[in-house]
């Protein structure tokens, strides 16, 4: 079963808007909360992270919201530009292993 | 700039071929991971190596996939024999653990497709 739901699978945002993706998980261990950015073509790359005992992070216009309580964390991109227009996939790890679990991505298309 | 790197980029073959794909990890990481990639099942966790070691391969075909790192500057992935089914992107990670995070490097990716 998927242990890290994403949603939306697609979205679409006009320039200057708000883009909101949203994960749910299920294992309480996990303990650090990674988002990547894909581009086509290219490999996945760290966009930015959170771990459980904070509630947001904020770096530039990419924020994480975590709400432990609710198993659930967002990432919202403030002023969204045709240059974020990418895939989004949230992930998260917990233990020695650290294996990354991954939700299914986020195909996201800002509008000029 | 350090980069994970992998060859070849691009591989078309028939099926019942033997495919290779490697991965150079960044210099001084200890964890080697492999994904694959498709539209229908995202990214999945092929395999991954710590300090060179198998510690997971349990999202890996055992018959047909072997991964192995010979030396810490060269990781692999083999299929034999390959089906169509295999055609994806498979993408080499490299990491290593600082402050109990662990970010992973991603490559370009081999896209494979298996006729």
């Known amino acids: 079963q998927q242990q890290v739901k994403q949603s939306p699978q697609s979205l679409i945002v006009q320039k200057g808007g708000i883009s909101i993706i949203n994960c749910a998980y299920e294992?309480?261990?996990?303990?650090?909360f990674p988002w990547y950015q894909q581009f086509p073509g290219k490999g996945p790359a760290l966009l930015i992270a959170?771990?459980?005992d904070v509630s947001e992070k904020k770096e530039g216009r990419f924020t994480i919201s975590f709400n432990k309580s609710a198993k659930q964390f967002s990432l919202h991109i403030m002023d969204s530009q045709p240059g974020d227009s990418a895939t989004y996939f949230c992930?998260?790890?917990?233990?020695?292993?650290?294996?990354?679990?991954w939700g299914l991505g986020t195909s996201l298309a800002v509008n000029p | 700039d350090a980069r994970v790197t992998q060859t070849p980029r691009h591989k078309v073959t028939e099926m019942g071929q033997e495919v290779t794909m490697r991965c150079q990890p960044i210099?001084?990481?200890?964890?080697v991971f492999w994904y694959r990639q498709t539209m229908m099942q995202g990214l999945e966790l092929l395999a991954y190596?710590?300090?060179?070691?198998?510690?997971?391969d349990s999202g890996m075909p055992k018959d047909r996939f072997s991964a192995e790192m010979p030396d810490a500057t060269l990781a692999t992935l083999k299929i034999q024999p390959s089906e169509p089914r295999d055609s994806a992107v498979y993408f080499c990670?490299?990491?290593?653990?600082?402050?109990?995070?662990?970010?992973?490097?991603f490559g370009p990716g081999t896209r494979l497709t298996v006729t």
């Open positions: 992930a998260a790890t917990q233990g020695n292993n650290r294996k990354l679990i």
């Open positions: 294992n309480t261990a996990f303990d650090y």
């Open positions: 959170i771990r459980p």
């Open positions: 210099l001084g990481h200890n964890t």
């Open positions: 190596f710590r300090n060179r070691a198998p510690l997971d």
């Open positions: 990670a490299s990491g290593f653990p600082w402050g109990g995070t662990y970010e992973q490097y």
